[in-house]
Nanobody, 124 residues
Framework: QVQLVESGGGLVQAGGSLRLSCACS????????MGWFRQAPGKEREFVAA????????DYEDSVKGRFIISRDNAKNTVYLQMNSLRPEDTAVYYC?????????????????WGQGTQVTVSS
């Protein structure tokens, strides 16, 4: 059974950095494209970043381009989201997701498995 577990969230001041991790168990990790999504209180879930199986292709939501970096280590069954220059509007629960796909998707419906989420809070 595929299980995704996020970690690394927390409270940080604006301008600071956090690194989120998402470990996949019960899966052949290299077969999945991986994505990060977030959901702020009272808002819909939104796409943040995604990476293909090999890591060759990456996609970012416009507001995080140049600040966030998604990467993966297939040997460790883990995907990362390095978040720099954090802003209060980045405050949300961050979720990782896995898709049995060759390409990356921005739509959450394309993902097969989801983690439980990790809270990121950015204070001003």
């Amino acid at each position: 059974q595929v299980q995704l577990v996020e970690s690394g969230g927390g409270l940080v001041q604006a301008g600071g950095s956090l690194r989120l991790s998402c470990a996949c168990s019960g899966c052949t990790f290299s077969r999945y494209a991986m994505g990060w999504f977030r959901q702020a209180p009272g808002k819909e879930r939104e796409f943040v970043a995604a990476i293909t199986r090999s890591g060759v292709s990456i996609d970012y939501e416009d507001s995080v381009k140049g600040r966030f970096i998604i990467s993966r280590d297939n040997a460790k069954n883990t995907v990362y989201l390095q978040m720099n220059s954090l802003r209060p509007e980045d405050t949300a629960v961050y979720y990782c997701a896995a898709a049995t796909s060759l390409v990356v998707y921005r739509r959450g419906e394309r993902y097969n498995y989801w983690g439980q989420g990790t809270q990121v809070t950015v204070s001003s």
